[in-house]
């Protein structure tokens, strides 16, 4: 019998959609607690720049695909994140393009 894994390619936005954060969790739910409950705390990114509104997800499987897709994600322009935020949510992309 083979384990399902679950794992997932996130970004958050700050409140004032200036910063965009990726990560890669097993749990997006408490990730984004996380985040959350990290606001303000200089020691980490997303703390510090307020990044805890999930703004765009993928889910996979197998953790080093959602590795390599993570690396994709960070390497891409900011401008190539937000159009992809906007095609998984058009609501939001309206707000933030």
Known sequence: ???SHNYYVYIT???SRTVLYTGVTND???RISEHMANRGNEATFAGKFYCYNLV???????IDQAISREKDIKNM???DK???VKETNPRLGKIIL
């Open 77 to 79: 322009s900011r401008e």
């Open 28 to 30: 997006l739910q408490r």
């Open 56 to 62: 765009y997800y993928e889910y996979f499987q197998n």
């Open 13 to 15: 936005m700050n409140p």
């Open 1 to 3: 019998m083979k384990l």
């Open 82 to 84: 937000l159009q992809m």
